[in-house]
């Protein structure tokens, strides 16, 4: 999957779903690149230009709550 | 005909289950009448003692344990004092001679042979004991046919051993006969 | 894109676990396994029993039982036997399945019946408030043993092992790729196959073990986890405090539902 | 056992019987554990159902087994497990599994004494309270009863047809004498044989409600595999079949779990009367204990004594009417049973005081001899 991801050039498109996010943090912890941050308890996407598509927030949601294109 | 009532008692491993079994078969497979034939039995697989008893009636049999005993089969002492006490005053008690030294006392018929020591010596298999004493006690009972009897040991015995079974037969109706010459 | 939402209920989202839970990252490496190995949904069963992890059926979009406490492998067992076409999935926890389940896990493991098994191991019993499991390791708090815990632990995927088992995998949801291998490999395995999957809890355990960060605990698992390659090179000392994760067993053996087809091959002259 | 029904006469133990009865009513799945005096049914079936393309597993325990048997039921398949008082007691929360989540099959259990291990090779009636009650929580439920190895043949059938028609685990009790006695079968021509299926959904998996309620009360589940994705749980659910925490929702399912059975008790229940209309003592007697009693109505009739029995084929539910119509009808109504009154309290309530109810309970693990219930009946005249 990360093969796939890092040919692609376009820039990635992270999406937070706000409503099933339950706040844990753990994208925020473990993103490589920082591009995540926490605000009001939620996710959010704070410098998407610097994702390199590594996919580890969205494998590791527990809440099927972040996507990355 | 009125309720026949049979038990068949000895120890645990003597094959009366299966006799009681081959008994009801020969009466309601191959007579035609009704029988039933429960068991009662310890924990143990081997030894204590054990009965298996077997009603024959023309019609519907309601309550299926012997009540009053029409024939009383005994192959151990225990089983005889044990199990004796409803045998009709009219009643047959058939023992092993060599086994039951002290048949209970009653007004009842005493037929005594040595029925072990037949399988044993005499077919030389102590155990087809159960199927001499089938042939004893269908003789001196009277209330299956010879031919159905014969009929139902067949359907039950282990294949190969038909041809032993039906020695042991013989030589308990035999028995009976003898016993009942005398 | 990788879109989870075909594989599951959306109506039953946002799920109950608790924020920082591993089970949700466990159903998303299930999910994408099951599509990398083309299961198809309507052939594909899952069995639960009672506690967190056996809340999974509930969001994913197959044919789904949740049973009662212990017994998901004794349904399951019924489930493959009856229709072997069907794949069995099986999904419990370290009480569920080796407290009041023992004797089932021990015994599917032994009968080598085709069945997956994720067992989410947390250390706890989450759903009923923190009661120590048969894997609260020795001196961990919980709310049965708040002088610390006095009993040793069992060693699941040892267990599942000597009790027989085809397949036997250890996985962390830290690792997250790697559990998805597991997890296809087991899948694919015909026979027993365990995944042992080391997943926190941060309400139940954590909280009280000085972790309720859930980001805490996965660092801690970050920290502890050793490949089996790299187990084999360390000494003792370095094991210590570690764990391994990887495939610990996979053999080749007679499998149950297999076995029987062939018996009913053999009586069928009979007829 | 009467000679004049088509079929072929076999001799074969109750527990034979209640294989062939399996066999016969399309069981292709059983699950078990070893336990006197049941243990015949599970040995039968292990050599019977692999030569038929079925299945029989030998379970670690009886909890096992019964958990299995629901496995197997919800693909389809019609399944059964036996067992005897203390595997009864553990089953119990998986019977209560099976009549929420609405899963059909057969449990049989050849009871003998307890409480605990009691006695295991000998008869007794202790678990008709437990086959109502034994499992927590308010259901209806179905429970039979036999008195013969020809009835056990018939209603373990009959038990599969109800399982089958009401989407419930359905009791087949009967007791070590009527297990181990082995009589006349008379087995019918399978084409005479009444078999009932579960029913199959008609609509689309898109609209597919497995618990959907209907004026029938029955939910229809789709075998596992056949398209029809949806979930099955103990807890308390709705019409999906997901967890529910709504007060309407849990209300209904539980008032439905017992009305579907309640509903048609007229076509469950089914009762044997022996010369009952002009009785002035009325016998209330069940499983093997109904065997005396027929042999006492026609001992005491020829002693000028007018006993009349009426014997239940279903006891749960309970046959209050024909009991309320026995009481309006006899002096006095005797309860003979192997336990100290388990039925003899049901009969009381549902004869509401009309006539004084005799227990005659035998617990020594014997059977009651007709002598012994005709004295009971002399007394009471």
């Known amino acids: 999957m990360a093969g796939e991801q890092s040919a692609s050039k376009k820039p990635a498109v992270i999406t937070v779903n706000t409503v099933w996010c339950k706040g844990c ?27 390199i598509k590594c996919m580890l927030c969205e494998l590791r949601c527990p809440d099927f709550a972040i996507t990355v294109e | 005909m009125d309720r026949y009532d049979v038990r068949l008692s000895g120890s645990g491993g003597q094959g009366l289950i299966l006799a009681g079994k081959i008994l009801a078969e020969a009466a309601a497979i191959y007579d035609g009448r009704n029988a039933v034939q429960t068991q009662s039995y310890g924990p143990e697989a081997r030894g204590g003692a054990s009965k298996a008893e077997v009603v024959i009636k023309d019609g519907e049999i309601d309550y299926p344990k012997a009540m009053d005993l029409d024939l009383l089969l005994s192959l151990t002492q225990e089983s005889c004092t044990k199990y004796s006490g409803d045998l009709k005053e009219d009643g047959i008690m058939i023992v092993d001679s060599e086994i039951v030294k002290y048949p209970p006392e ?11 020591s037949i399988a044993a010596n005499k077919i030389g298999k102590i155990v087809v004991t159960n199927i001499v004493a089938l042939g004893i006690l269908s003789k001196i009972a009277g209330v299956v046919t010879e031919e159905s009897m014969r009929k139902a040991i067949l359907a039950r015995v282990p294949k190969g051993t038909e041809e032993i079974n039906m020695k042991a037969f013989d030589e308990g109706w035999k028995t009976g006969e003898e016993l009942l010459a005398e | 894109m990788f879109d989870y939402l075909q594989y599951v209920r959306q109506e039953n989202f946002p799920h109950i676990w608790c924020s920082g839970c591993g089970d949700g990252i466990v159903l998303k490496a299930l999910i994408r396994s099951m599509d990398k190995l083309g299961l198809s949904q309507d052939e594909t069963v899952m069995v639960s029993g009672i506690g967190c992890s056996s809340r999974t059926p509930g969001y994913v979009d197959i044919n789904t039982l949740h049973t009662t406490h212990g017994r998901a492998l004794a349904f399951a067992t019924g489930v493959k036997i009856a229709n072997p076409d069907l794949n069995v999935i099986v999904v419990t926890g370290d009480g569920d399945a080796t407290a009041i389940g023992g004797n089932h896990f021990i015994h599917a493991a032994r009968r080598n019946i085709d ?13 009923t408030g923190g009661q120590c499991s048969p894997t609260t390791p020795r001196g961990a708090y919980a709310s049965t043993a708040q002088h610390g815990n006095l009993e040793p632990p069992f060693n699941i995927s040892g267990l599942a092992i000597a009790a027989g088992a085809s397949f036997v995998a250890r996985g962390d949801v830290y690792n997250v790729k790697k559990l998805e291998t597991l997890i296809g490999k087991a899948l694919q395995k015909k026979g027993f196959s365990l995944v042992e999957v080391v997943s926190p ?6 909280r009280r073990n000085r972790m309720a960060r859930p980001v805490k605990m996965m660092e801690q698992l970050r920290d502890t986890v050793v490949s089996v390659e790299k187990w084999e090179k360390m000494t003792d000392e370095e094991r210590k405090g570690k764990f391994r994760t990887g495939i610990l067993k996979d053999i080749e053996k007679p499998e149950f539902t297999a076995e029987y087809a062939k018996l009913i091959e053999k009586m069928r002259p009979e007829e | 056992m009467s000679n004049d029904r088509p079929g072929k006469v076999r001799m074969m133990q109750g527990n034979q019987a209640c294989a062939e009865g399996a066999i016969a009513a399309g069981c292709r799945f059983f699950a078990g554990y070893p336990i006197t005096p049941s243990s015949e049914i599970a040995e039968n079936l292990s050599v019977m159902l692999p030569r038929l393309g079925g299945k029989f597993i030998q379970m670690e325990d009886e909890m096992a087994a019964m958990g299995a048997i629901i496995g197997a039921a919800l693909t389809g398949q019609k399944s059964m497990t036996a067992t005897s008082g203390p595997g009864f007691s553990l089953k119990q929360e998986n019977i209560g599994y099976a009549g929420m989540a609405e899963v059909p099959c057969v449990i049989v259990n050849v009871m003998r004494g307890g409480p605990s291990t009691g006695m295991p090779t000998l008869p007794a009636q202790m678990d008709v309270q437990q086959a109502r009650w034994g499992a927590h929580g308010d259901r209806g439920v179905i429970a039979l009863t036999a008195k013969s190895a020809q009835e056990t043949y018939e209603q373990t059938i009959r038990a599969f047809n109800l399982a089958e ?7 087949l009790l009967i007791d070590e004498i009527t297990g181990h006695t082995t009589e006349k079968v008379i087995i019918p021509d399978a084409s005479d044989i009444e078999i009932v299926h579960r029913k199959k959904p008609d609509e689309d998996p898109e609209n597919y409600l497995p618990y959907r309620l209907t004026d029938e009360c029955v939910p229809i589940l789709a075998p596992f595999g056949t398209g029809y994705r949806y979930n099955v749980t103990g807890l308390c659910h709705n019409e999906t079949g997901f967890p529910t925490n709504d007060s309407h929702d849990i209300q209904c399912l539980i008032e439905r779990l017992t009305r579907k059975i309640e509903m048609y008790e007229d076509d469950i229940i089914r009762n044997n009367e022996l010369m009952l209309e002009d009785a002035e003592i009325g016998v209330f007697a069940y499983g093997s204990v109904a065997r005396t009693a027929q042999a006492v109505v026609r001992m005491c009739r020829e002693e000028g004594i007018k006993v009349g029995l009426l014997e239940p084929k279903v006891l749960w539910p309970f046959p209050a009417k024909a009991v309320f119509a026995m009481a309006q009808k006899v002096r006095a ?21 009309r006539v004084p109810v005799h227990k005659l309970g035998r617990v020594d693990g014997r059977p009651i001899p007709p002598q012994q219930l005709v004295e009971k009946i002399r007394e009471v005249v």
């Open chain 3, 115 to 127: 069945l997956t098994v994720l067992l989410y191991n947390n250390y706890i019993y989450g759903m």
């Open chain 1, 25 to 51: 943090e753990i994208c925020v912890a473990f993103c490589p690149k920082d591009c995540l941050e926490m605000e009001g308890g939620k996710c959010k996407v704070a410098r998407p230009d610097d994702c």
């Open chain 2, 106 to 116: 009653g007004s009842f018929k005493l037929y005594a042979a040595p029925i072990t």
């Open chain 4, 333 to 353: 109504i005797v309860v003979p049973e192997l336990n100290l009154g388990q039925m003899a309290r049901e009969v009381s309530l549902a004869s509401e005081c």
């Open chain 3, 201 to 206: 809890c941060p309400t139940a355990f954590g």
């Open chain 4, 165 to 171: 028609k009401f989407m419930t685990p359905v009791i």
